[in-house]
């Protein structure tokens, strides 16, 4: 409210805290950026794994079945990227392939043993979260 009574008194005044407003939030999202390529790095070292393919994992665990669309559309990712980690966690022995049972061409993908027992690593390690990700998460 106070913004817009600013704005019909002084539009130049207004514009100078809109995109005053703007810049702190891209300032913000720029910092939360640089908070999750942090973790990132560290996770990838701890568990050979990117966000993504931990991403993937994450998603198998909650609905143990998916075609390589659900993937990407639990993932948000495009379809090629979702193929590249889809193909990246299989070659880790983390996921494997089922055949549709209605549709031999139908793809799905689950948890091989080894995928579960990595998530039980993550699950019981306490890795480290940069402050900025705490507050979010």
């Known amino acids: 409210r106070r913004q817009r009574q600013m704005c019909i008194r002084d539009r130049s005044e207004c514009e100078f805290i809109y995109i005053t407003g703007i810049m702190e939030t891209l300032c913000r999202i720029r910092d939360i950026y640089r908070a999750i390529s942090e973790f990132e790095v560290q996770f990838m070292q701890e568990f050979d794994l990117s966000l993504n393919e931990g991403m993937l994992l994450c998603t198998l665990l909650n609905t143990p079945k998916l075609t390589s669309s659900e993937i990407a559309e639990a993932l948000g990712l495009s379809a090629s990227n979702a193929s590249k980690i889809i193909r990246s966690v299989e070659e880790k022995k983390l996921i494997t392939r089922l055949v549709g049972k209605a549709d031999k061409r139908q793809m799905h ?29």
């Open 109 to 137: 993908f689950a948890l091989t043993p080894e995928g579960k027992n990595r998530i039980t690593v993550i699950k019981n390690s306490t890795p480290e979260i940069p402050a900025l990700l705490r507050e979010i998460v």
